[in-house]
């Protein structure tokens, strides 16, 4: 199976992880570069996007890191332009960056709200408003949203900008499917479940465990049907195949990834 995306080329938002290990945008990039795509990174920490593009160097892929707040549309635009110098196309617009921030429509300030609502949906407004047009030009693309299993179920944790944003992924995602399906342009969401990454860990420790990281932990896997949380490869082989030709005949539609959990849920 290996050079599913051969020759193609993916932008990758969200490409850094936000602490040690791998998270969700890291580990699609690497697996992205491992099957044969060129791949754009970018991440609002420079830093971490360069740690991913030298893995994948490392490991003899292609990768240019890119720092870029997604939430302003001026450092989207020359994202776009940077790739399109650099690589000439893209192919897949992967969209896995995202922020999670505690507190219900009471506990949580306005600019909370503003900041969550701006990374993890306003984002994927702007990568496909300057993406889309190079796709056309292309004759197709795949794009893949990262969403969340916490915007169609209540996860027991009071987070409504981050439950309200995700969950407004997947009407957004289908809306670009439906409009852009006869360019060749595919469009699908991707719906993690209780995922151990290091993004969960400073937001979510109190809510959990009166900051015991151990103990949240536990407490996650405990909540999943396996008995224990996905991780970030989850994520990324999920992303690899919507972005794969493997899924041509695919989109429109979400891909929860979570071990079982919203069936528990339901």
């Given amino acids: 199976m290996a050079g599913r995306l051969g020759g193609k080329v993916a932008m990758v938002v969200g490409a850094g992880s936000s602490g ?20 754009f990174c970018v991440d609002i920490n420079l830093a971490a996007a360069e740690e991913t593009a030298s893995i994948i160097a490392g490991e003899g892929g292609r990768a240019e890191a890119w720092r870029a707040d997604v939430s302003q549309a001026g450092e989207v635009a020359a994202m776009v332009a940077r790739c399109l110098e650099v690589f000439g196309r893209i192919d897949v617009l992967d969209n896995n960056v995202g922020i999670l921030e505690i507190g ?58 981050y439950s309200t944003s995700k969950g407004a992924v997947v009407p957004f995602t289908r809306s670009v499917a439906l409009q852009y399906a006869r360019e060749g342009i595919r469009a699908n969401a991707v719906l993690p479940g209780l995922m151990n990454t290091p993004m969960i860990v400073e937001p979510l420790k109190g809510a959990y465990a009166q900051g015991d990281v151990e103990a ?48 528990k849920f339901a």
């Fill in 104 to 161: 219900g429509p009471v506990e949580a300030s306005e600019e909370s709200w503003d900041r969550v609502i701006d990374v993890n949906l306003k984002s994927m407004f702007l990568t496909c408003k300057h993406v889309l047009p190079v796709m056309q030009r292309q004759g197709g693309g795949a794009i893949v949203n990262i969403a969340s299993i916490a915007g169609i179920r209540d996860t027991g944790v009071p987070y409504i900008s």
């Fill in 216 to 263: 949240m932990i536990r407490k996650r896997d405990a909540q999943c049907p396996s008995g224990k949380m996905g991780d970030a490869w989850d994520v990324a082989h999920a992303a690899l195949f919507l972005a794969s030709d493997e899924a041509k005949y695919i989109t429109g539609t979400e891909l929860i990834v979570d071990g079982g959990i919203t069936a």
């Fill in 20 to 39: 040690p290990g791998w998270g969700n945008g890291k580990a699609t990039a690497v697996l992205f570069a491992r099957e044969g795509a060129a791949v």
